[in-house]
């Protein structure tokens, strides 16, 4: 994005540059940021939700099979995603480059920029396809068992399969959050994730005459229904209506003027995605699975009870990019700033009812699912210790969203590579090695330390007002 200068000898002002007049085609009056926020943030929640059901029926499925498959799922997982968040990441500025254009009421150029994150899929799918040797020799450094190795090797080479389709479906689904019509990502979500629970248990467990194929099963539905879901919203974003309105057939071929401003926007942001879940697959897989089987499980039961809390925070800071890039479209700044307070209102009550029933409810929680008394245990403590920080975790996700929504995306990828490599990396392995009794609470307790930077690090930057020296 450019930037505005009128300082002295071209240094970048020191105050805010003051709005400027709508552009022509702008909306003349647009609706208050709640209602957008809603209509926007309770499909996608939903969606997340959905999202977060299937992964924890593939937790909850797999984890049958054995303490083994329940302490290589998560880290399994967690690796893919780390790979697969790099591209998503980077499909963010899909969102705020469509979103700005349709706050400037040029339907045609936001339906332009959801092609341009199908053809920057296509390229981040085959890189990404590099990583399939690598998955043996990294859990293998990782110190875990043969056993649980072999099942994490399977699983990871398997999901990258579906890569494509998975960082395909995420630029379509945020060209359609970026033009107020979540409710399409929610449906082709709750389709494709009843594919996958119907997969998991056909080809988990040798259902219908099918092999059992255990965790790899898993991997094999996963992807399945990441193609199915791909194709749903291509499907939809190609329908007559569709055409008409964001001229999204045929289809325009790569532009690199285009490319360009996606490259320059969306890697920063891919980047801050990718090295947040890298460093947290690194936490999961390297820090907590290394000190034994028991640690990997109790942690793997309490992060996934977490995703309860964050996820919803998520979809939440998704909304706020597109209010946001559609307010800056649009020349309204101060209908930008109102919608992160609205959404950081919204997120911070949904924190607090989670905290409540965790700490009430966590011993029932975490016992039904353990594998045994041992892993229950250390889990409960672990989830009370995760839930301490969803109010930090809150507050990154907002400012987050509304940083990507002005295009502000270098800073929230500087600050993640600085705190995630000395807070969470330097200072989770020094916490387990002073505290070597309570290795797998001090990890934890340093990975709420982290989350408590990128919170403060991203409202700071959001409340100085950098972004509002960002031209749309």
């Known amino acids: 994005m450019r930037r505005a200068y009128g300082g002295p000898a071209g240094l970048p002002c020191s105050s805010p540059v003051p709005a400027t007049d709508p552009p022509p085609n702008a909306p003349a009056d647009l609706p208050p940021p709640l209602r957008v926020l809603l209509?926007?943030?309770?499909?996608?929640?939903?969606?997340?939700?959905?999202?977060?059901?299937?992964?924890?029926?593939?937790?909850?499925?797999?984890?049958?099979?054995?303490?083994?498959?329940?302490?290589?799922?998560?880290?399994?997982?967690?690796?893919?995603?780390?790979?697969v968040s790099f591209g998503m990441g980077g499909m963010t500025a899909v969102s705020t480059l469509a979103s700005q254009a349709f706050g400037r009421g040029d339907r045609a150029d936001a339906g332009a920029w959801a092609w341009q994150g199908v053809w920057a899929s296509l390229a981040f799918a085959l890189a990404a396809l590099a990583f399939w040797p690598f998955a043996g020799p990294l859990f293998a450094a990782a110190g875990h068992t043969p056993e649980v190795e072999a099942l994490e090797t399977g699983y990871v080479q398997i999901a990258l399969l579906g890569v494509f389709p998975t960082v395909v479906a995420?630029?379509?689904?945020?060209?359609?959050?970026?033009?107020?019509?979540?409710?399409?990502?929610?449906?082709a979500t709750v389709v494709a994730n009843a594919l996958n629970i119907g997969g998991n248990w056909v080809l988990i467990y040798g259902n219908l005459g099918a092999p059992a194929l255990g965790m790899d099963g898993a991997a094999w539905a996963t992807t399945a229904a990441a193609f199915l879901q791909a194709a749903i919203?291509?499907?939809?974003?190609?329908?007559?209506?569709?055409?008409?309105?964001?001229?999204?057939?045929?289809?325009?071929?790569?532009?690199?003027?285009?490319?360009?401003?996606?490259?320059?926007?969306?890697?920063?942001?891919?980047?801050?995605?990718?090295?947040?879940?890298?460093?947290?697959?690194?936490?999961?897989?390297?820090?907590?699975?290394?000190?034994?089987?028991?640690?990997?499980?109790?942690?793997?039961i309490a992060f996934k009870f977490s995703e309860i809390a964050f996820m919803p925070c998520i979809g939440i800071g998704i909304a706020v990019t597109a209010v946001v890039g559609e307010?800056?479209?649009?020349?309204?700044?101060?209908?930008?700033?109102?919608?992160?307070?609205?959404a950081m209102r919204i997120a911070a009550a949904w924190v607090g009812f989670c905290g409540l029933l965790a700490f009430t409810a966590g011993p029932w929680i975490v016992g039904g699912v353990a594998a045994d008394a041992e892993v229950a245990a250390l889990g409960i403590v672990l989830l009370w210790i995760g839930v301490s920080f969803q109010w930090s975790d809150a507050v990154q996700f907002i400012y987050l969203g509304a940083l990507r929504g002005a295009g502000d995306n270098r800073f929230p990828a500087v600050f993640?590579?600085?705190?995630?490599?000395?807070v969470l990396l330097g200072g989770g392995w020094l916490a387990t090695v002073l505290f070597d009794a309570y290795a797998v609470h001090m990890a934890w307790v340093a990975l709420s330390a982290y989350v408590a930077a990128q919170a403060v690090a991203f409202w700071w930057r959001w409340r100085r007002g950098a972004w509002e020296r960002i031209e749309a």
Do not use: C
Not at 42 to 57: E, H, N, W
Not at 274 to 282: S, T
Not at 327 to 342: C, F, I
């Open 39 to 83: 209509r926007i943030a309770l499909p996608t929640i939903a969606a997340l939700a959905s999202r977060t059901v299937m992964s924890f029926a593939d937790f909850l499925m797999v984890s049958r099979l054995g303490v083994d498959e329940q302490a290589a799922i998560v880290p399994a997982t967690v690796v893919v995603f780390a790979v």
């Open 170 to 187: 995420m630029a379509v689904s945020n060209f359609f959050t970026a033009v107020q019509r979540p409710a399409v990502t929610f449906w």
């Open 233 to 300: 919203l291509a499907g939809w974003m190609l329908r007559p209506r569709m055409r008409a309105a964001f001229a999204t057939w045929p289809a325009p071929g790569p532009s690199r003027p285009r490319l360009r401003r996606m490259v320059k926007l969306g890697v920063p942001a891919g980047l801050q995605s990718g090295l947040e879940f890298l460093v947290f697959g690194f936490f999961i897989v390297g820090l907590v699975s290394g000190l034994g089987t028991v640690p990997a499980a109790a942690s793997n």
């Open 327 to 342: 307010s800056l479209g649009a020349g309204d700044r101060g209908r930008a700033r109102r919608a992160a307070a609205v």
């Open 416 to 422: 993640t590579a600085f705190s995630a490599t000395i």
